[in-house]
């Protein structure tokens, strides 16, 4: 199973959303169960369940586990591809956010689009090194901070940006044959205090 997996098809996307589906999902990350085993932790008949479930297995959410006989029947136990998904903006392609519309560093509209930009490009990167066997060479660093004044964080931000500018000009090499390019995001927002965070949950 995998830790974290993108759902890029819109119609996987709209099977996962549903809500007895995404509990479905949730029970199968748990461990391997069959649909009479989900029927009672999900208050559903079995029958309702092994609908639901073959929706969640025609999109790649779920896959079979195991099979098991129970007197004349064949018990199918089934567990979800991973533990968690992501929806990638692809699923709304039409509509997806376009970072590149409009620039404001400032604006957290334009940075909830490069968060979009950046879970489509690692998901489809993902997608395309599961594909070809191949690891995917990323890198990514998360951390807090707190401010003792809004003059300390604006500091802070021109700090930063001239430190990553520099780096960005030492190793930048546009003319290297067999060279790749990379994408770099860096973000600050404020933490989500306890309270939203349950709110959301």
Do not use: C
Request: aromatic share 4%.
């Amino acid at each position: 199973m995998l830790d974290v997996t993108v759902i890029e098809d819109p119609e996987a996307a709209a099977v996962s959303l549903d809500p007895i589906r995404a509990r479905l999902l949730a029970e199968l990350a748990a461990g391997p169960a069959s649909a009479a085993m989900l029927a009672g932790q999900v208050g559903l008949p079995r029958q309702k369940v092994n609908y639901h479930l073959k929706a969640l297995e025609r999109h790649g959410l779920v896959e079979l586990a195991d099979e098991r006989r129970k007197g004349n029947v064949t018990e199918r136990l089934m567990r979800a591809t991973a533990a968690s998904y992501v929806i990638s903006p692809l699923a709304l392609a039409a509509v997806q956010p376009d970072p590149d519309r409009f620039r404001d560093q400032l604006s957290a509209r334009w940075l909830l689009a490069l968060g979009a930009r950046l879970v489509r490009d690692v998901g489809s990167l993902i997608t395309g090194a599961t594909k070809a066997q191949q690891r995917l060479a990323t890198y990514a660093l998360d951390g807090e901070v707190r401010f003792a004044s809004a003059a300390e964080r604006a500091a802070f931000v021109q700090e930063l940006t001239a430190g990553v500018a520099a780096l960005i000009r030492k190793y930048d090499a546009p003319d290297a044959e067999g060279g790749r390019d990379h994408r770099i995001v860096v973000a600050l927002h404020p933490t989500l205090k306890q309270t939203e965070q349950t709110e959301q949950d």
